[in-house]
């Protein structure tokens, strides 16, 4: 979870910076993605169950990557 120092820099981020850590966040949520079914398959762990102990860091990865990319929004439109 982010803490006050990330929230306040975050929000002092341009909006390139902000589409840098979009960017990177999506890629972190993919490789967490593939690396657990991966992983599952090897342990024969079926994939919805895989995918369901994933779902709620998945939430809150999906409820950041928003929440940023409604900040670099409002960064684009104040310029």
């Not at 341009?14 to 398959?41: G, K």
Request: glycine share 0%; no cysteine.
């Amino acid at each position: 979870m982010a803490d006050i120092s990330e929230l306040t820099a975050i929000e002092q981020s341009t909006s390139q910076e902000l589409a840098e850590i979009i960017t990177e966040l999506e890629q972190y949520r993919d490789r967490l993605v593939n690396d657990t079914l991966s992983m599952a398959q090897r342990a024969k762990v079926m994939k919805a169950q895989a995918l369901a102990s994933l779902e709620p860091s998945l939430a809150q990865i999906d409820a950041n990557l928003e929440a940023l990319r409604q900040q670099q929004a409002k960064l684009s439109v104040e310029n």
